[in-house]
């Protein structure tokens, strides 16, 4: 016998169909949900790299801004510098101009100086020729009116002793008077009674003075050279050097000469008779170097 299922319960594929139906459900609403999940997080993650984009957008602006600051700092830093050398320059170009200009006057002033040297140097020179023309055509005279043998130009009387200086200005006096052989007898009278005084070395010069005016060369270089022994290195050594080699020139002794006036360049060069000396050797063809160091 057959048993027939009853109407109420369903059939067994209506069953089947009804637990796929509720599989495929829950599968559905599982999905949804998953689906749901994924989209919030995307949503937050999309939020995130939104504001790092505008973080790293905000320190890009900054760091544009620091390398504007330094590269404006750069350019002033650069302008300030430029600004202090060409200051600078300016200030060292014055300074050059000022020395050029300062030596400029120097040596023109340097130049003056030895033309008025030389001017002065060739008038001696005239003069000393002329004196020496007139010296030989006086050659006949009588011997008694040399120099050395002249008798006193005023009668000199005893009288009490006067010091050092009178007697020295005395015979000063007589010189710039012209009376020259009384000149020499005075300053002759002072370098025997004050040998050791410090106006000696001065005496013996005037003396020379008197022989070389009264164109008596011989006697007026021994005077110089005298002058000179007793002060090598005294106030009137240059004069009596220069004088010395005018003297020894009258008496063309030329070699002589220069060799004294060499030593008067070389141990006075600073002196208004060093200059004088280099004139006339450049006008003797002989050209002076720099003064060696005394």
């Known amino acids: 016998m057959s048993v027939r299922p009853s109407r109420g319960w369903p059939r067994p594929r209506s069953r089947a169909r009804l637990s796929v139906s509720i599989l495929a459900l829950g599968l559905a609403t599982g999905l949804v949900g998953c689906t749901g999940a994924l989209r919030d997080q995307v949503a937050r993650q999309d939020v995130a790299l939104s504001d790092l984009r505008t973080s ?17 700092l750069r350019a002033t830093l650069e302008s300030g510098l430029g600004r202090a050398a060409t200051a600078r320059e300016a200030e060292e170009a014055r300074a050059r101009e000022a020395q050029e200009a300062l030596a ?43 120099l050395p043998r002249a008798r006193p130009s ?70 110089y050279q005298k002058a000179i022994d007793l002060a090598p290195t005294g106030e009137r050594t240059p004069d ?27 141990d006075f060069p600073e002196s208004e008779a060093a200059l004088r000396a280099r004139a006339v050797l450049r006008q003797s063809g002989r050209t002076v170097g720099p003064a060696e160091p005394r």
């Open 56 to 72: 790293v957008d905000g320190l890009r602006t900054d760091l544009r801004s620091l390398r504007e600051e330094v590269s404006g």
């Open 240 to 266: 009596a050097l220069l004088r010395l080699g005018l003297a020894l020139r009258s008496l063309r002794r030329e070699d002589r000469a220069r060799e004294v006036w060499a030593r008067l360049v070389r």
């Open 104 to 146: 400029t006057r120097l040596a023109t002033a340097e130049r003056r100086v030895e033309e008025l040297a030389d001017g002065v140097t060739g008038l001696e020179l005239g003069v000393g020729n002329l004196a020496e023309q007139f010296a030989r055509f006086e050659a006949g005279s009588a011997s008694s009116a040399a």
């Open 154 to 223: 005023r009668p000199r009387h005893p009288g009490p002793s006067i010091s050092a200086e009178e007697l020295f200005d005395r015979g000063m006096e007589s010189f710039r008077a012209g009376e020259l052989g009384q000149a020499v007898l005075d300053f002759e009278e002072f370098a025997d009674k004050h040998p050791g005084h410090p106006l000696a070395a001065s005496t013996q010069f005037w003396i020379g003075e008197a022989y070389f005016r009264s164109r008596d060369f011989e006697q007026a270089a021994s005077k």
